[in-house]
């Protein structure tokens, strides 16, 4: 039996709270999404009688991160979302379904990006997000038109403010989306990027992809995974769904993030390669990328996420760190230039040496 059809070793997130905004309702997507809910069991479900959320604040900061954290909102996307914006290194355009994450990781990329409680925001008006692709393509600058990207067509990526897998067996966003971009006539090639934490896959295995879609598992060493992420399927079973889709035609990838160089970190991240290799190496027509992000936090996100886990043991020194300048002037404190040089210069090696199939898109 794989991991994929053992379902104790996939984990479903199961919210506490389901609500629902006036005018989320009013769409089709909607009604799928609580149909969904209802199959999981979930009978704390309210309609709103606007399209304010309320209710998730409690007497202290944990105490709100919980009750966010425990809440799925169905709403309608904000037309900022809907005019999709640059997502560099990763791809030309971002594509928002959801915001927000039901997963605990230490290191969130949300923490100091969003606003207010931490609860999970599914987009109700799907149909008006995918219309909304052809305006963008051929216009991006990331993939398109570039000698080292461009056969990847138009790209757009899925989970910059969310995991849509993670939340997939609730919503069937993911699914839709997929279907979408490999069936619909587009007036340029395309390509839809989503990465994710979790490994239950088989829900998207016999979709009309067309190729068009790359899912990446986002894995890291056993010692970072266990210690620092709450919430997520363990690394085997993300390798798993990931081999899975491969199987399925479905062009895939490896994000290696956040790399952490603590302890022996070149045997963690050389037996996490190994794993990778065990699960794709045989697989006919491997499409496989990888893409390598080291740790790195902002003075807002080290303030929040210290908030989120009081007690965590994740190193925040920004003594220890570099800084960065964005070109908007935001500051983030990354490896200092030696750490990242020998980073860098392990993973290209081992990579080379250990999955030789897989073809590396950036270093950051």
């Not at 990526?157 to 839709?176: F, M, Q, V």
């Not at 479905?250 to 996490?272: C, F, K, N, Q, S």
């Not at 794709?280 to 496989?288: F, W």
């Not at 070109?327 to 990354?334: D, N």
């Amino acid at each position: 039996m794989t991991a994929l059809s053992a379902p104790l070793r996939c984990r479903l997130w199961t919210p506490k709270h389901v609500v629902v905004t006036k005018s989320a309702a009013e769409h089709p997507h909607a009604a799928e999404i609580l149909r969904r809910v209802a199959v999981a069991g979930i009978d704390d479900v309210e309609f709103l009688r606007g399209d304010r959320i309320t209710g998730l604040r409690e007497e202290d900061e944990r105490a709100t991160y919980a009750r966010a954290k425990a809440t799925l909102a169905v709403v309608v996307s904000p037309p900022s979302k809907r005019r999709l914006q640059p997502i560099p290194p990763s791809a030309d355009w971002r594509l928002d379904l959801a915001e927000g994450c039901p997963a605990h990781c230490q290191y969130c990329y949300l923490a100091g990006s969003l606003t207010g409680p931490p609860v999970t925001r599914v987009y109700a008006d799907l149909d008006e997000i995918l219309a909304g692709m052809d305006t963008y393509v051929g216009t991006g600058r990331v993939t398109s038109g570039t000698a080292e990207r461009g056969h990847e067509g138009t790209t757009f990526e899925a989970s910059c403010y969310t995991d849509p897998l993670g939340i997939e067996h609730l919503t069937g966003s993911l699914a839709a989306t997929i279907a979408h971009v490999g069936t619909h006539e587009f007036p340029g090639p395309v390509q839809l990027r989503a990465t994710t934490k979790f490994g239950g896959a088989a829900g998207l295995l016999d979709l009309p992809h067309g190729g068009r879609t790359r899912i990446r598992a986002s894995a890291n060493s056993a010692a970072v995974a266990g210690r620092f992420e709450g919430g997520t399927d363990p690394v085997p079973v993300r390798l798993a769904g990931l081999a899975a889709l491969a199987r399925a035609g479905y062009p895939v990838g490896l994000t290696i993030a956040p790399i952490m160089p603590a302890g022996d970190w070149r045997a963690e991240y050389g037996a996490l390669l190994d794993a990778a290799s065990a699960e794709l190496g045989d697989i006919p027509g491997l499409d496989l990328t990888v893409e390598c992000i080291t740790h790195r936090f902002t003075p807002g996100s080290k303030q929040v996420l210290e908030g989120w886990y009081p007690r965590t043991r994740l190193e925040m020194d920004p003594e220890q760190r570099s800084r960065k300048f964005g070109k908007f002037g935001a500051v983030k404190y990354v490896y200092p230039a030696e750490s990242m040089t020998e980073l860098r210069t392990w993973f290209e090696t081992a990579l080379a040496d250990r999955l030789p199939a897989a073809r590396p898109l950036y270093w950051t």
